[in-house]
């Protein structure tokens, strides 16, 4: 109409109208493609909004087969603790510095959080199942994180070989990240999948109102637990309702009803938990120190403070021992007096026990690492062996193995939570 008006108006001997027509019509074509992509705007809007009322009115019917399944899928795939306890050179106290090392490279290349608890999972398996030696440990996180990130990860975020190889200060050649994570992949016969602690976590808090310090702080508890020996072999069903029940606790948060899926943690591993969060990863800590998890480990450290004085004066308030009393001297349990809470160092295991697990086949060396992938028969000159780090690898990324991880034990203890529902701290 504008354009239409305009030409009418400009239809004397001026020269113009034709150049200024051309501006409002293109104008005009402008206006008719905003208008185009705004319908096709809503009509996706409205296909999101249908899809969504959809799934949560099928959600009642489904939900029940779909933790079923993810039920089976979890026991399926949990990793084998005692068969890694028969390794003969990763030792326990070697864990803490590999997650280290996987937790800043999750959070370098901001993978999706389910990546992580995937990335060892994975690692967990492929060890249950192969010798793995000391020099190669970090090269199998690699690999892991990359099959991870493929798997369930954006495609944009996937880290590259170059990206990897730089971590690792160049220990590793491009070849060896590529046959590990081949490797891997064969020794799980393909079988990736695995239902994380997030993914029941999320089923957890589907129908409550949402929380993000509560979920963050479930996180946090988690991701302390894949530290520790003790949460290897436990279902990830399992690790993620005690995980929000005690972060609920923590937070000052009511629990669960009764009829909820949240309400079927176990008490058990709640305690369990408990005990594991006055010794977090320093690399850990200051992930979620920040405010894209609302700071939840600053509130954790605030609440275990508040924890100690409330033991302290308890301690001071009880009545004086009388005189000639003395108490029974009560033994420090070794992991406690050697290691503290942190992930302790395996007592020594033969190769193969004399009543107990066959040894895994060995993680190949020299005859599979260093061979040329297109003649598999000859040696391949420009592919050395894995190389052992001999300089401190803490120059670059943080990755050694010391002694001094092990943590002296806190001065306070967690007092019995009297609650009919469960145990826990306060």
Same mark, same amino acid.
């Given at each position: 109409?504008?354009?239409?008006?305009? *030409? *009418?108006?400009?239809?004397?001997?001026?020269?113009?109208? !034709?150049?200024?027509?051309?501006?409002?019509? %293109?104008?005009?074509?402008?206006?008719?493609?905003?208008?185009?992509?705004?319908?096709?705007?809503?009509?996706?809007?409205?296909?999101? @909004?249908?899809?969504?009322?959809?799934?949560?009115?099928?959600?009642?019917?489904?939900?029940?087969?779909?933790?079923?399944?993810?039920?089976?899928?979890?026991?399926?795939?949990?990793?084998?603790?005692?068969?890694?306890?028969?390794?003969?050179?990763?030792? &326990?106290?070697?864990?803490?510095?590999?997650?280290?090392?996987?937790?800043?490279?999750?959070?370098?290349?901001?993978?999706?959080?389910?990546?992580?608890?995937?990335?060892?999972?994975?690692?967990?398996?492929?060890?249950?199942?192969?010798?793995?030696?000391?020099?190669?440990? /970090?090269?199998?996180?690699?690999?892991?994180?990359?099959?991870?990130?493929?798997?369930?990860?954006?495609?944009?975020?996937?880290?590259?070989?170059?990206?990897?190889?730089?971590?690792?200060?160049?220990?590793?050649?491009?070849?060896?990240?590529?046959? =590990?994570? &081949?490797?891997?992949?064969?020794?799980?016969?393909?079988?990736?999948?695995?239902?994380?602690?997030? *993914? %029941?976590?999320?089923?957890?808090?589907?129908?409550?109102?949402?929380?993000?310090?509560?979920?963050?702080?479930?996180?946090?508890?988690?991701?302390?637990?894949?530290?520790?020996?003790? %949460?290897?072999?436990?279902?990830?069903?399992?690790?993620?309702?005690?995980?929000?029940?005690?972060?609920?606790?923590?937070?000052?948060?009511?629990?669960?009803?009764?009829?909820?899926?949240?309400?079927?943690?176990?008490?058990?591993?709640?305690?369990?938990?408990?005990?594991?969060?006055?010794?977090?990863?320093?690399?850990?800590?200051?992930?979620?120190?920040?405010?894209?998890?609302?700071?939840?480990?600053?509130?954790?450290?605030?609440?275990?403070?508040?924890?100690?004085?409330?033991?302290?004066?308890?301690?001071? *308030?009880?009545?004086?021992?009388?005189?000639?009393?003395?108490?029974?001297?009560?033994?420090?349990?070794?992991?406690?007096? /050697?290691?503290?809470?942190?992930?302790?160092?395996?007592?020594?295991?033969?190769?193969? @026990?004399?009543?107990?697990?066959?040894?895994?086949?060995?993680?190949?060396?020299?005859?599979?690492? !260093?061979?040329?992938?297109?003649?598999?028969?000859?040696?391949?000159?420009?592919?050395?062996?894995?190389?052992?780090?001999?300089?401190? =690898?803490? /120059?670059?990324?943080?990755?050694?193995?010391?002694?001094?991880?092990?943590?002296?034990?806190? $001065? &306070?203890? %967690?007092?019995?939570?009297?609650? $009919?529902?469960?145990? !826990?701290?306060?």
């Amino acid at each position: 109409m504008a354009s239409r008006m305009f *030409s *009418s108006l400009g239809s004397g001997d001026s020269g113009y109208d !034709g150049g200024i027509t051309e501006v409002f019509e %293109f104008e005009t074509s402008r206006a008719k493609f905003n208008h185009q992509e705004h319908a096709r705007e809503v009509a996706r809007q409205r296909q999101h @909004m249908l899809a969504g009322e959809l799934s949560r009115l099928d959600a009642g019917e489904y939900q029940q087969d779909i933790l079923d399944h993810m039920m089976r899928m979890d026991a399926d795939t949990l990793p084998d603790v005692d068969s890694i306890d028969i390794q003969t050179e990763i030792q &326990w106290y070697m864990r803490p510095y590999l997650l280290d090392f996987l937790v800043e490279a999750h959070s370098a290349f901001q993978l999706l959080p389910e990546t992580l608890f995937l990335t060892v999972n994975i690692l967990d398996r492929y060890c249950s199942k192969r010798v793995v030696y000391k020099r190669h440990y /970090q090269l199998v996180g690699c690999a892991a994180l990359l099959v991870a990130a493929k798997y369930g990860d954006k495609k944009e975020k996937v880290p590259t070989i170059k990206e990897l190889k730089s971590m690792c200060c160049s220990l590793y050649d491009d070849d060896m990240f590529l046959q =590990m994570e &081949w490797h891997v992949l064969s020794t799980l016969d393909w079988s990736v999948g695995h239902p994380t602690v997030d *993914s %029941f976590l999320k089923l957890a808090v589907k129908d409550s109102i949402p929380d993000p310090e509560t979920e963050n702080l479930a996180l946090y508890i988690l991701e302390m637990g894949l530290f520790h020996r003790e %949460f290897v072999s436990k279902q990830s069903s399992t690790l993620a309702l005690a995980a929000l029940a005690l972060s609920k606790h923590i937070l000052g948060r009511p629990q669960a009803r009764a009829s909820e899926y949240a309400s079927r943690y176990c008490e058990t591993t709640v305690v369990e938990l408990s005990q594991k969060l006055h010794q977090p990863s320093e690399i850990l800590s200051r992930k979620y120190a920040s405010g894209r998890y609302s700071g939840v480990s600053r509130i954790l450290n605030t609440f275990l403070v508040d924890q100690a004085a409330l033991a302290a004066a308890a301690a001071a *308030s009880q009545r004086a021992p009388s005189p000639g009393h003395s108490y029974a001297s009560v033994s420090k349990s070794p992991y406690i007096e /050697q290691y503290g809470y942190t992930t302790p160092q395996k007592p020594q295991f033969q190769s193969t @026990m004399q009543h107990g697990y066959p040894t895994p086949p060995i993680t190949p060396e020299e005859e599979h690492f !260093g061979k040329d992938p297109r003649n598999h028969s000859a040696p391949n000159h420009y592919t050395p062996i894995t190389p052992t780090p001999t300089a401190p =690898m803490s /120059q670059c990324s943080g990755f050694d193995y010391r002694d001094d991880y092990r943590a002296a034990p806190p $001065s &306070w203890v %967690f007092e019995t939570y009297h609650d $009919s529902r469960y145990t !826990g701290i306060v």
